[in-house]
């Protein structure tokens, strides 16, 4: 039963932007804050953000001043907007419900000339 799914992932130039998108059943999206995470190849998975159900929105240091994260109650989906991506931006980037243990598989990310 999948229930959040990213989407939005792919290589972009140094400097590039990038949307992913989180999709999630109307039964979580209701109901949760949405986290976006990532995970870098031999590193441990890193949260960048969050968004409540009124919109709320709170950033790790690391994603501060170049991501920003939205929703659309209207779709049931929330984004991550990247801006001026920089190569240790390489990442599987994941989405999860807040205090729950749903995951979507992620979508990678690959910032190189």
């Known amino acids: 039963q999948v229930q959040v799914v990213e989407s939005g992932g792919g290589l972009v130039q140094p400097g590039g932007s990038l949307r992913l998108s989180c999709a999630a059943s109307?039964?979580?999206?209701?109901?949760?804050?949405m986290d976006w995470y990532r995970q870098a190849p031999g590193k441990q998975r890193e949260l960048l953000g969050s968004?409540?159900?009124?919109?709320?929105?709170n950033y790790a240091d690391s994603a501060k001043g170049r991501f920003t994260i939205s929703r659309d109650d209207a779709k049931n989906t929330v984004y991550l907007q990247m801006d001026a991506l920089k190569p240790e931006d390489t990442a599987v980037y994941y989405c999860?419900?807040?205090?729950?243990?749903?995951w979507g598989r992620g979508t990678q990310v690959t910032v190189s000339s």
């Open positions: 999860h419900a807040w205090g729950t243990s749903i």
């Open positions: 109307r039964s979580i999206f209701s109901i949760y804050a």
């Open positions: 968004i409540t159900t009124g919109g709320r929105t």
